[in-house]
């Protein structure tokens, strides 16, 4: 079965930025219609008309997805627009600051905690209820190949994707007898503004550095793009995935796959 997203309706968190950006894009050639999410109003509406060039419907709404009343209404206003939710990526997300743990801030890991896990516990929350109800739907939450390594300097960051797995297993078994599907997809390291900011942080400002450094995690030599990270999600949000429940998918190019020497 080729991919095919003709029909159906997919809510995107994180629908501004880079991944988010590049799944709607991808979503939007299979023929979905789509709500995308952000706290970012302005990127947001820069963002819109690309996709929906693609001949697709698109509404946007910003929303802060570690808001609980922000994540409701989200999921209000996509059934008052479209009357359902098929397909859902679960997947705004900040780096946040680096820090070694035994110094790192109390309130900057509470920060990175709630958008990251919280807002991924928020969204599915919210959204699982309208697909069981549906009896059918898909979600992939955004993990990353720190939800299953250490990443020395990012401990909440790294906390939170490790939750992001396990929200996921769990929300898996309880939904997958009644119809919905819940998956994770772990990036590696992407070429997106996150990846720069991070970049940033850890080599004293050179990006390109650090770039080079960090395509060598990869068994590929490279860094990924975000649109290689979109086709995943697109296919785990299809029917030709229908067997696939509970899975924490790598589009890492190998790197969780082998230790590199
Ligand atoms: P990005 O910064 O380009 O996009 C993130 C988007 O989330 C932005 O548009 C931002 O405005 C939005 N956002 C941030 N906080 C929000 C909030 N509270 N409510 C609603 N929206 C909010 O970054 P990206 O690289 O596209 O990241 C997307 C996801 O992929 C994140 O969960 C990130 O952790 C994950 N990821 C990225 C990489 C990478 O290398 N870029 C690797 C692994 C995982």
């Known amino acids: 079965m080729s991919v095919s997203m003709q029909g159906k309706i997919a809510v995107i968190t994180g629908g501004a930025g880079s991944i988010g950006h590049a799944t709607a894009l991808t979503l939007a050639a299979a023929g979905a219609d789509l709500m995308l999410v952000d706290i970012n109003g302005e990127a947001l509406a820069a963002r819109r008309d690309t996709v929906a060039a693609l001949g697709v419907r698109v509404e946007t709404h910003v929303a802060d997805v570690s808001k609980a009343a922000d994540v409701a209404a989200y999921a209000a206003r996509t059934l008052s627009a479209y009357g359902r939710i098929d397909a859902f990526f679960n997947n705004a997300g900040i780096e946040g600051k680096l820090g070694p743990t035994e110094e790192y801030d109390e309130a900057e890991f509470d920060r990175i905690i709630a958008v990251n896990l919280k807002g991924i516990f928020l969204g599915l929350r919210h959204v699982l209820p309208v697909m069981l109800r549906q009896g059918h739907g898909?979600?992939?939450?955004?993990?990353?190949?720190?939800?299953?390594?250490?990443?020395?300097?990012?401990?909440?960051?790294?906390?939170?994707?490790?939750?992001?797995?396990?929200?996921?297993?769990?929300?898996?078994?309880?939904?997958?007898?009644r119809g919905v599907r819940v998956n994770a997809v772990m990036p590696g390291v992407i070429d997106t503004p996150l990846l720069e900011a991070m970049l940033k942080m850890m080599f004293k400002g050179d990006?390109?550095?650090?770039?080079?450094?960090?395509?060598?995690?990869?068994?590929?030599?490279?860094?990924?793009?975000?649109?290689?990270?979109?086709?995943?999600?697109?296919?785990?949000l299809?029917?030709?995935?229908?067997?696939?429940?509970?899975?924490?998918?790598?589009?890492?190019g190998g790197a969780l796959s082998t230790i590199r020497h």
């Open 138 to 177: 898909a979600i992939v939450n955004t993990g990353s190949i720190a939800s299953e390594r250490g990443l020395a300097g990012a401990c909440a960051y790294n906390a939170s994707k490790h939750g992001v797995i396990g929200l996921t297993r769990t929300a898996a078994s309880e939904v997958g007898a």
């Open 207 to 236: 990006v390109d550095a650090g770039k080079r450094v960090l395509g060598k995690v990869a068994t590929q030599d490279r860094i990924g793009k975000p649109s290689e990270v979109g086709e995943v999600v697109t296919f785990l």
């Open 238 to 252: 299809s029917d030709a995935a229908a067997f696939v429940n509970g899975a924490a998918w790598a589009v890492d």
